[in-house]
């Protein structure tokens, strides 16, 4: 056994983490829906950049192991096995648990033979008004090439027995335009029953003789093709970043076939067909006892079904932000925190909507990663060009999958007047900053700062916990205005006063802080270090964090996906633990916290200990100076977390999880549960 975990292998956990939560009777009906959704949409972007990835350095012959010592083709097939028996069991929970347990409560999703005859009336209707009409079926022979099957489509197999009984095979794509689930009436046969949906797909294949009239249709199977989408732009070669991220998406399209999900009792001969014409090897293929593409489960989510879901909350407005006080004098009397979902986002928007409307405001800069739509961000920051500020924006086009979104946001804004900055040649601008300039009533220049851990996007942060802060220290001020000069001009600055920016100071002061913890324990005792991040995969921090647990620097990690950082080890990791936590919201926040001797630092921001992130990324970090909001993250964020023992894992040296047990007579504490009953009591 190697010192370092497998990346690969460890987000497989993560993922089965994902579906314990869909097995966790505790949870409501519907959000274990959901959970089995997520791990459905998780596992599809897997494929599409993590074992694409490694498809493309088997295919280049890479002989260079990995840092924990695998070679891409021995990880290619462990991440293989790991998938397949991690989807049998998501298969299993669906069919034998979540699903028998919503019938209970009303809700059926029923396969095509289990339908009564006023259903299959219902469902027939459907399909001739609103399903074939937009049905293409596709023949597949020497007049008609094979189709190209995009990604993430769901598509039917159709065998044809034409004359002197020859096979012929066509392909029909299931629209993605129209429900996945479609609703029909409740169940004859259940009293208790208030919605019924049976598959799209199922009603198609019922009805698929009416796409081939005349002659003999004895067989159709449902299959999905899941395509390389790590795209790669060639920034260097490009006049036109925008332009070139618009190809790429296209491209994207046509990305090489790296997964094959077929129905379980599909045909060799068609599974064959399938898999020359999509150029796959039989590893490739997954045979699936169950529906294709459970991602399809959000639309259940969607039900209004209260008492199927968590209980719903109202984010709190922080009391120091409750009384109605100007927000830029609550922020010059000292700087705010804002911890979410926990505390309401709408202070956020608040800020870039009075800099916009604030007559003494000159200036705003904001970068933006992932906005989302309709967002109330962007509309105050068009605002407040048209109110003859000047606004500089960094949208990243290259943040992944949200390419199209800010493609159509860089238009937006640069209509009105923003000075757009596209990203940074090299690198993925990751930073969240929004720096407002404002000349106070002395005639002074003060500015105004927000820094996060997560985006600026109003629909994840009422699911994503994170931090924010509101500052007006002038030396981070000044640090926020000359990043932003070098992310709008060129970015050659090397030293700023209080920020860590990678990937200039970032692993370096990291680093230093580390070491400098190692040094204080072994003169002084007490050493103690905790850091919550979402991924830990860089071999240099984790050998740092192996050597102060080696001089026996208490090491505490709240990790909540990947971790290749093995714990509990003796001679080399016997004082690290390791605490995955997955729930109701995503873990998003990263903090790093020293002991520094009894002199507490900690340090907040958007950099996951990753080498993209320490080393190829535009990141922020910075330190929390206020001593109560620095206990406050210690208590509220660090501490509970780790004495989490409901929705707690911890990783065990083999690279399991074990559900954190409480002790006898220790009380259950569910971190994220507690924050929500201490935000409703303020």
């Given at each position: 056994?190697?010192?370092?975990?497998?990346?690969?292998?460890?987000?497989?956990?993560?993922?089965?983490?994902?579906?314990?939560?869909?097995?966790?009777?505790?949870?409501?009906?519907?959000?274990?829906?959901?959970?089995?959704?997520?791990?459905?949409?998780?596992?599809?972007?897997?494929?599409?950049?993590?074992?694409?990835?490694?498809?493309?350095?088997?295919?280049?012959?890479?002989?260079?192991?990995?840092?924990?010592?695998?070679?891409?083709?021995?990880?290619?097939?462990?991440?293989?096995?790991?998938?397949?028996?991690?989807?049998?069991?998501?298969?299993?929970?669906?069919?034998?648990?979540?699903?028998?347990?919503?019938?209970?409560?009303?809700?059926?999703?029923?396969?095509?033979?289990?339908?009564?005859?006023?259903?299959?009336?219902?469902?027939?209707?459907?399909?001739?008004?609103?399903?074939?009409?937009?049905?293409?079926?596709?023949?597949?022979?020497?007049?008609?090439?094979?189709?190209?099957?995009?990604?993430?489509?769901?598509?039917?197999?159709?065998?044809?027995?034409?004359?002197?009984?020859?096979?012929?095979?066509?392909?029909?794509?299931?629209?993605?335009?129209?429900?996945?689930?479609?609703?029909?009436?409740?169940?004859?046969?259940?009293?208790?029953?208030?919605?019924?949906?049976?598959?799209?797909?199922?009603?198609?294949?019922?009805?698929?003789?009416?796409?081939?009239?005349?002659?003999?249709?004895?067989?159709?199977?449902?299959?999905?093709?899941?395509?390389?989408?790590?795209?790669?732009?060639?920034?260097?070669?490009?006049?036109?970043?925008?332009?070139?991220?618009?190809?790429?998406?296209?491209?994207?399209?046509?990305?090489?076939?790296?997964?094959?999900?077929?129905?379980?009792?599909?045909?060799?001969?068609?599974?064959?067909?399938?898999?020359?014409?999509?150029?796959?090897?039989?590893?490739?293929?997954?045979?699936?006892?169950?529906?294709?593409?459970?991602?399809?489960?959000?639309?259940?989510?969607?039900?209004?079904?209260?008492?199927?879901k968590d209980p719903p909350f109202n984010p709190r407005l922080p009391p120091d932000l409750a009384n109605g006080q100007d927000l830029f004098e609550r922020i010059r009397s000292g700087d705010v925190l804002l911890h979410h979902p926990y505390d309401a986002f709408t202070p956020v928007v608040e800020f870039v909507r009075a800099a916009a409307r604030d007559p003494n405001v000159l200036a705003i800069k904001q970068t933006l990663y992932r906005v989302g739509k309709n967002s109330p961000i962007v509309e105050a920051l068009k605002e407040a060009v048209m109110n003859g500020k000047q606004v500089a924006v960094l949208v990243e086009l290259k943040a992944r999958f949200d390419e199209e979104n800010n493609i159509q946001w860089t238009r937006a804004l640069e209509e009105v007047g923003v000075h757009v900055v596209y990203g940074l040649p090299g690198y993925k601008v990751h930073a969240k900053v929004c720096l407002v300039v404002r000349r106070e009533q002395n005639g002074e220049i003060c500015r105004y700062v927000h820094l996060s851990t997560g985006n600026y996007n109003v629909d994840t942060a009422r699911v994503y916990t994170d931090l924010g802060l509101f500052t007006?220290?002038?030396?981070?001020?000044?640090?926020?205005?000359?990043?932003?000069?070098?992310?709008?001009?060129?970015?050659?600055?090397?030293?700023?006063?209080?920020?860590?920016?990678?990937?200039?100071?970032?692993?370096?002061?990291?680093?230093?802080?580390?070491?400098?913890?190692?040094?204080?324990?072994?003169?002084?005792?007490?050493?103690?270090?905790?850091?919550?991040?979402?991924?830990?995969?860089?071999?240099?921090?984790?050998?740092?964090?192996?050597?102060?647990?080696?001089?026996?620097?208490?090491?505490?990690?709240?990790?909540?996906?990947?971790?290749?950082?093995?714990?509990?080890?003796?001679?080399?990791?016997?004082?690290?633990?390791?605490?995955?936590?997955?729930?109701?919201?995503?873990?998003?926040?990263?903090?790093?916290?020293?002991?520094?001797?009894?002199?507490?630092?900690?340090?907040?921001?958007?950099?996951?200990?990753?080498?993209?992130?320490?080393?190829?990324?535009?990141?922020?970090?910075?330190?929390?100076?206020?001593?109560?909001?620095?206990?406050?993250?210690?208590?509220?964020?660090?501490?509970?977390?780790?004495?989490?023992?409901?929705?707690?894992?911890?990783?065990?040296?083999?690279?399991?999880?074990?559900?954190?047990?409480?002790?006898?007579?220790?009380?259950?504490?569910?971190?994220?549960?507690?924050?929500?009953?201490?935000?409703?009591?303020?």
């Open positions: 056994m190697t010192n370092l975990i497998n990346r690969e292998l460890s987000w497989l956990e993560f993922n089965r983490r994902v579906l314990q939560e869909a097995q966790d009777p505790a949870n409501p009906l519907l959000e274990r829906a959901k959970f089995l959704a997520i791990f459905a949409t998780n596992l599809d972007e897997f494929f599409m950049i993590r074992v694409a990835g490694l498809h493309d350095q088997v295919a280049a012959d890479v002989t260079q192991p990995g840092p924990e010592g695998m070679l891409p083709a021995q990880t290619l097939e462990l991440v293989m096995q790991g998938v397949r028996a991690l989807q049998s069991e998501h298969l299993r929970t669906w069919q034998e648990d979540v699903k028998p347990a919503l019938m209970a409560h009303g809700v059926c999703v029923l396969d095509w033979q289990a339908l009564n005859e006023e259903q299959r009336a219902l469902a027939s209707h459907y399909f001739h008004r609103h399903v074939f009409p937009i049905l293409t079926p596709l023949a597949i022979d020497l007049a008609h090439p094979f189709p190209h099957i995009s990604n993430l489509s769901l598509s039917l197999a159709v065998v044809i027995r034409g004359e002197r009984g020859r096979l012929h095979y066509a392909r029909v794509k299931v629209p993605p335009s129209l429900p996945r689930l479609v609703s029909l009436t409740q169940c004859q046969d259940n009293d208790d029953c208030t919605r019924c949906f049976t598959w799209l797909d199922q009603i198609i294949a019922a009805h698929i003789d009416t796409l081939f009239p005349g002659q003999e249709v004895i067989g159709t199977y449902a299959f999905r093709v899941t395509r390389d989408a790590d795209i790669e732009i060639q920034e260097d070669e490009a006049n036109d970043l925008r332009a070139t991220v618009e190809r790429s998406i296209k491209d994207r399209r046509f990305g090489r076939v790296v997964r094959l999900e077929v129905v379980h009792d599909m045909p060799e001969d068609v599974c064959s067909l399938l898999e020359h014409n999509l150029g796959l090897s039989a590893q490739d293929v997954f045979y699936l006892a169950g529906p294709l593409d459970l991602s399809c489960l959000w639309e259940l989510h969607r039900l209004p079904i209260p008492e199927l007006c220290n002038p030396e981070i001020g000044q640090d926020a205005s000359e990043l932003f000069n070098n992310l709008t001009g060129y970015f050659k600055q090397k030293c700023y006063r209080r920020l860590l920016v990678a990937p200039v100071s970032l692993r370096q002061r990291l680093s230093e802080l580390i070491e400098r913890e190692i040094i204080l324990h072994q003169e002084y005792g007490g050493g103690h270090l905790i850091f919550k991040v979402n991924q830990l995969v860089d071999p240099a921090m984790i050998q740092l964090l192996y050597r102060a647990s080696q001089v026996g620097v208490r090491v505490d990690l709240l990790v909540r996906g990947m971790c290749s950082l093995r714990p509990g080890i003796p001679g080399l990791s016997k004082n690290i633990r390791v605490v995955s936590i997955v729930g109701r919201f995503l873990e998003h926040s990263r903090v790093y916290y020293f002991r520094n001797n009894g002199a507490e630092e900690i340090y907040v921001g958007s950099a996951d200990l990753m080498e993209r992130n320490l080393d190829r990324r535009v990141e922020t970090v910075y330190p929390i100076l206020d001593p109560a909001i620095r206990q406050r993250i210690k208590t509220e964020v660090l501490e509970l977390g780790l004495a989490d023992n409901v929705k707690a894992r911890e990783l065990r040296p083999d690279g399991s999880y074990v559900f954190v047990t409480p002790k006898p007579g220790e009380p259950l504490i569910n971190s994220q549960l507690r924050l929500l009953e201490l935000s409703s009591e303020t």
